[in-house]
């Protein structure tokens, strides 16, 4: 590649600047396997819609980070809930009112869960477990106010595949948690260090 002058990115102005950074990102993302700096870091977030038997109608916003290198990625993350989000966004709503000093119950049945697996090709495939959900467990409520969801161990699956090149998702919770896809935001950094690398 030839060497780009200053004045040229002067005049490129912010146009440049980007594509200077897409091209630094991918030279990252080209070496994140190569000898020594094999570790890898994806954040992945979306607002997808249901599928197959999910009705399309229904949204669900998440959010999630791996680590580590591309056979072995583990992290965590979170989901808003089933139409939980502000206009399509990733804020979930407030949820309904309610009598806590906040004023609302928080965004129902949103999750928080564990996620791992690996990175193959341009398709990282995750599995992880839902540790706690706060929708309303059937026949119970909470005694001192009736609009709050019961906080417990959750124990779902969650099965989830994304395409870091095209932002493709696809995302599920089993069972009675729904499937979802769309395209979201994908950024992954590469090339960093790892104990094994020493």
């Given amino acids: 590649?030839?060497?780009i002058k200053r004045r040229q990115l002067i005049k490129g102005g912010a146009a440049g600047t980007i594509a200077l950074g897409a091209l630094a990102v991918g030279a990252s993302a080209a070496s994140?396997?190569?000898?020594?700096?094999?570790?890898?870091?994806?954040?992945i977030h979306g607002?997808?819609?249901?599928?197959?038997?999910?009705?399309?109608?229904?949204?669900?916003?998440?959010?999630?980070?791996?680590?580590?290198?591309?056979?072995?990625?583990?992290?965590?993350?979170?989901?808003?809930?089933?139409?939980?989000?502000?206009?399509?966004?990733?804020?979930?709503?407030?949820?309904?009112?309610?009598?806590?000093p906040s004023g609302t119950a928080g965004p129902v049945a949103a999750c928080y869960y564990t996620a791992a697996g690996s990175l193959?090709?341009?398709v990282v495939t995750l599995k992880g477990r839902s540790l706690f959900t706060n929708r309303a467990w059937p026949?119970?409520?909470?005694?001192?106010?009736?609009?709050k969801?019961?906080?417990?161990?959750?124990?779902?699956?969650?099965?989830?595949?994304?395409?870091?090149?095209?932002?493709?998702?696809?995302w599920s919770l089993s069972p009675?948690?729904?499937?979802f896809g769309g395209t979201g935001t994908v950024v992954m950094f590469a090339g960093g260090r790892s104990a094994k690398d020493d």
């Fill in 1 to 3: 590649m030839d060497k």
């Fill in 176 to 179: 009675a948690g729904g499937s």
């Fill in 149 to 170: 969801a019961d906080a417990r161990a959750d124990g779902r699956e969650l099965n989830a595949t994304v395409n870091v090149k095209t932002a493709a998702i696809t």
């Fill in 47 to 100: 607002v997808l819609n249901g599928v197959g038997a999910t009705p399309p109608a229904a949204t669900l916003a998440i959010n999630t980070d791996v680590a580590g290198r591309r056979g072995d990625l583990a992290g965590a993350g979170w989901d808003s809930g089933t139409n939980n989000t502000t206009a399509g966004g990733m804020v979930p709503t407030a949820g309904p009112s309610s009598a806590d």
């Fill in 120 to 122: 193959v090709g341009d």
């Fill in 32 to 43: 994140a396997n190569e000898g020594k700096g094999g570790a890898i870091a994806i954040h």
């Fill in 139 to 147: 026949g119970t409520a909470d005694g001192e106010d009736p609009n």
